[in-house]
């Protein structure tokens, strides 16, 4: 019975393989790279509110302090690499048991303090979206109210573990903790349990308020699939979750088969950061996306135009011998013109032709140019297109002959 109300230590887990996520390198890796992948992601949403839009709100507030308290907890857990996070808790010297508790002690505050303004985030941007009054608009003003309550709780749990809050560190027997610095094994693993049981509702509460814009009436293509990729992106999240609650469940907090948190801790804390930040993700990239897929679209050549310059042919066979060369012939030569000569030689074939041909030589004195609407707008998309004029169709000439045999044609 004394067992199970007190922490025991042992050796008897120094058999155990290093897992991967214990390794420095590991942790290292994980860590830094979405630490700067988060910035980066926060920082152009700030952008594109404060610069571009210049409509902040109070959503931003809690992007930025999720950035601060989330950066706190990362630093935290690099710095916790160097004074034993990944080894066994018992190699670790006193003073090194003292210093790795202080920047565990930061880092799991941070991340409770993180995981709320990240979720209080997303949800006043639905605010924005939803109309007043409506369904859904009181369903998240429910749901922040409750995720406010459970944030304020649970961080002013993981900042004052303690009455003085050094005696989490100095691993004083009689000291006056309770929660995460608790000293009963079963209140400090209950603890860890239902913070993150909570932290999974609530990330499933706000993955669903979105969905009914899906099927909203007037939602275009670019706009549902925009909310499709912010759902995959919260399922993500809440695998996480699941994923860091079965850890925290099957070591029971690190405490099982014995206390030993730097070594049963670090997949428990990876999996916090990965969630943490792929949440911070999903609230930044809706806001910045739209305006930055705009300007790369400035940037890069997204369309291309292919000008063809080719010679036509229209070519009809003489009449039989004894009309005296009946048929006409058209040829555009390379430059784009008529080769009048060559009409010429064939105008005095037949009255009605010859009529047509000298309206024509007439009507080939005009330059040829791209005037067709499609070409005008493919060459200059701020012209005008010019307006129907049939004197401006120096392309088209028609030709008629009276011969019995049909002539071919090169087009």
Known sequence: MAASDTFTYSFSNFDEP??????????LAVVITFMCFSWACVSTRLWVRFKLIRDPGWDDFCVVMYLLTTTAGSISLVLGTKYGLGQHFLKLSTEDMMTW??????????????????????????????????????????????????GLVYSFISWFPCFPVNHVWELKPDAKCYGYGSSKPSEFSATYESHTAINMILDVIVLIIPMPLLFKEGTGFAQRLRITALLCMGTIVIALAIWR??????????TVPTRDPTWY?????????????????CASVPIFWPVLSNK????????????????RFFQMDDEESGNGGGGGAVMMTQQGHMDRNHSRQQ?????GSEAEL??????????????GSYSMKSMDPLTLPPLEDPSLNAHEATVRTEGKKPGWKWL
């Open 245 to 254: 609650l079965q850890t925290i469940l099957e070591h029971k907090a690190a």
């Open 18 to 27: 290093e897992p991967l996520a214990n390794k420095k390198s590991t942790i």
């Open 265 to 281: 801790g670090p997949i428990t804390m990876l999996l916090a950061v990965l969630e943490v930040d792929a949440a911070a993700v």
């Open 296 to 311: 790369l679209g400035g940037i890069f050549v997204t369309q291309e135009i292919e000008i063809r310059r080719e010679t």
């Open 101 to 150: 508790s202080k920047t565990f002690y930061v880092a799991n505050a941070a991340y409770c303090t993180s995981t709320a303004f990240i979720k209080l985030a997303l949800l006043l941007q639905y605010l924005r979206v939803y109309p007043k009054g409506s369904l859904m608009h009181r369903a998240c003003l429910a749901t922040l109210a409750l995720t406010a309550l459970w």
């Open 347 to 351: 105008s005095h074939s037949r009255t």
């Open 358 to 371: 000298k309206q024509h030589e007439s009507d080939s004195k005009q330059p040829l140019s791209y005037q």
